[in-house]
Nanobody, 119 residues
Framework: QVQLVESGGGLVQLGGSLRLSCTAS????????MGWYRQAPGKQRELVAS???????SYADSVKGRFTISRDNAKNTVYLQMNNLNAEDTAVYYC?????????????WGQGTQVTVSS
């Protein structure tokens, strides 16, 4: 069973920065798309940023210019650098990876990491 382990969440002041990391428990399989999602209380989970195997990135409008997604293919790790954080960024952040396995692509989710922006 593949696990995604997230780290880097926490409490940060308004305007501050955090860097999230998410690492797959195996490097036996190639990872195609990687992404970060978030879910605030009472809201649906939303896509924040994604990155393809060719490092093509896309972002939600609300984070463009503030967040940067990147990946390390050798480590099957995805990062999310978050700058100039505001209160609306408070949420549980989840990573998702699509692994190319023998029977096809299988998607996995991380356990979630809390990000809280305080004023």
């Amino acid at each position: 069973q593949v696990q995604l382990v997230e780290s880097g969440g926490g409490l940060v002041q308004l305007g501050g920065s955090l860097r999230l990391s998410c690492t797959a428990s195996t490097t036996l399989f190639r990872v195609s798309r990687m992404g970060w999602y978030r879910q605030a209380p009472g809201k649906q989970r939303e896509l924040v940023a994604s990155i393809t195997s060719g490092s093509i990135t896309s972002y939600a409008d609300s984070v463009k210019g503030r967040f940067t997604i990147s990946r390390d293919n050798a480590k099957n790790t995805v990062y999310l650098q978050m700058n100039n954080l505001n209160a609306e960024d408070t949420a549980v952040y989840y990573c998702k990876m699509a692994l190319e396995m023998a029977l096809g692509i299988t998607e996995y989710w991380g356990q979630g990491t809390q990000v809280t922006v305080s004023s």
